[in-house]
């Protein structure tokens, strides 16, 4: 079974430029998560789609963030403009379902902004 | 934000147990705690979950005390390929399954 791909695996840019990630989640997986993690600390939730749909958006910066999941299959993150403070790797999550517990996770995209 | 509060870090010795705790002292009463651990430079994988009862898998044990407000992860013949940050997670399900991750338990196995 393919687990859950992520491009790119690595990316530099400098501030105010934009960058976008994708993530494609295991088969059949309905509810896909974007995490942002910063170094040292523990993944932080940015957005859960369930399907298409989106289930929780509340930690995500909107003047800057967004991400869609238009066919509910694949999504992307996209940064515009990117701030220092964005540099982190954004991890994405797939499970069957909303009610199911395990997630299972990416290799992740880690963003140096400069 | 995270419910649970974890130690930063922890030694264990090649072979021995690892025993990595947990408090989760505002749990309610239909949520799972899960633990996943993270190894340099990779996604969290998944160890093992449970809701009242003590679970155990050909990775871990999980036993929660029987209020609920703590559980301990316990990895029985740790390996130099255990060390990792495990995370203690309480799945919060009333708005649709997101999982919360703390700092988490830096473990390291010592040779």
């Known amino acids: 079974e393919a687990g859950v791909a992520q491009s790119p695996r690595y990316k530099i840019i400098e501030k105010r430029q934009s960058v976008a990630f994708w993530c494609n989640p295991i088969?059949?997986?309905?509810?896909l998560y974007w995490y942002q993690q910063i170094l040292g600390q523990g993944p932080k939730l940015l957005i859960q789609?369930?399907?298409?749909?989106?289930?929780?958006d509340s930690q995500l910066p909107k003047d800057r963030f967004s991400a869609e999941r238009l066919k509910g299959v694949d999504s992307t993150l996209k940064i515009q403009p990117a701030k220092l403070e964005d540099s982190a790797v954004y991890l994405c999550?797939?499970?069957?379902?909303?009610?199911?517990?395990?997630?299972?996770f990416g290799e992740g995209s880690r963003l140096t902004v400069l | 934000d995270a419910k649970t509060t974890q130690p930063p870090s922890m030694d264990c010795a090649e072979g021995r147990a690892a025993n990595l705790p947990c408090n989760h002292s505002?749990?309610?009463?239909?949520?799972?705690v899960y633990w996943y651990r993270q190894i340099h430079s990779q996604g969290p994988q998944y160890i093992i979950h449970g809701l009242k009862n003590n679970e155990t898998n050909e990775m871990a044990s999980l036993i929660i005390t029987e209020d609920r407000k703590s559980s301990t992860l316990i990895l029985p013949h740790a390996t130099l390929r255990d060390t990792a940050v495990y995370y203690c997670i309480v799945r919060v399900i009333n708005t649709g399954n997101q999982f919360y991750f703390g700092t988490g338990t830096s473990l390291t196995v010592i040779p």
């Open positions: 505002t749990i309610s009463g239909n949520e799972y």
């Open positions: 789609f369930q399907n298409n749909g989106v289930v929780d």
């Open positions: 088969s059949g997986h309905a509810t």
């Open positions: 999550a797939s499970s069957l379902a909303w009610s199911t517990g395990e997630l299972f």
